[in-house]
């Protein structure tokens, strides 16, 4: 065997025994590099996103987006630990900041770092509108959607570089793209349908446990349709393809996100 061939075997062996179980869903997703890996490479990386952006400090918004990431941490939190996935947030250092960027945007990357850009708050334009967007990105995040964006050779490669001295600039820009921190559209890849769909419920169910108004997900999603008119996609939009079909499975598991909250003692929810 030669080396090339022992590494593509060492490869799928990896792929074989590191397959994580989506808390949310049940089901088993490809976790090729664990989070004790991947996660110090996100944190470098987001350090370096805020040093290089114009974090937003003191303002109201700013306080807003931080109350309101902390909010769906805890819900993340109280909703993992019920069912029995205590432990899977350990290695989450959770951190919310607003930056000053017209780009209509927000992502969450593995580990809890969430970026909220102030373009998208004329679109949230209140407290629940924000818990719509960081509850459907924190979701991205605890269901390891950025991992399963990239191939299992580049994940291999991202691990690898996590281990090095450098992390070079090929490997920094493979992340940056799997994890949505670009900040021009070309760049930035779409999440499939499935992971849309899957984040939109996951983020509902923690919306609601946060105390956030579930029916106000559907309204949100129509203010950013509606935003998409003319010649500029709106970021977010181009990265979160938006549809009908999304706004009535939103209308349609509202109930059922509000039956989930009951259950932690959540019996009203501000929109
Ligand atoms: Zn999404």
């Not at 819900?75 to 250092?93: S, V």
């Not at 998409?228 to 349609?252: C, K, V």
């Amino acid at each position: 065997m030669n080396f090339r061939n022992l590494s593509v075997a060492v490869g799928m062996l990896l792929v074989f025994l590191s397959c994580n179980q989506n808390p949310f869903t049940g089901k088993k997703t490809l976790a090729v590099v664990p989070n004790s890996q991947i996660l110090p490479m996100a944190f470098q990386q987001y350090d370096q996103f805020l040093q290089e952006n114009q974090v937003v400090t003191g303002t109201s918004e700013a306080r807003m987006v931080k109350d309101v990431g902390q909010k769906i941490a805890t819900a993340a939190e109280r909703y993992l630990n019920a069912n029995g996935y205590q432990g899977y947030l350990e290695d989450y250092r959770w951190e919310y900041n607003l930056v000053n960027d017209e780009a209509v945007n927000a992502w969450c990357m593995p580990g809890g770092k969430i970026v909220v850009y102030t373009g998208i708050l004329p679109i949230t334009q209140d407290e629940t509108g924000l818990a719509v967007v960081m509850g459907h990105e924190v979701a991205h995040a605890l269901a390891n959607h950025g991992q399963q964006r990239m191939s299992a050779s580049q994940l291999q490669q991202v691990g690898a570089a996590v281990g090095a001295v450098a992390v070079n600039e090929e490997n920094q820009q493979m992340f940056q793209t799997a994890y949505g921190l670009g900040t021009q559209v070309g760049v930035m890849l779409p999440f499939s349908r499935s992971h849309e769909t899957e984040a939109d419920k996951i983020g509902l169910t923690l919306m609601a446990i946060a105390g956030y108004d579930p029916d106000e997900a559907a309204e949100l999603w129509r203010r950013m349709k509606a935003n998409s008119g003319g010649s500029a996609q709106p970021e977010f939009l181009s990265t979160h393809p938006s549809n009908d079909t999304r706004i009535n499975n939103l209308e349609a598991w509202s109930d059922e996100a509000k039956a989930e909250a009951r259950k932690y003692g959540v019996t009203n929810f501000k929109s």
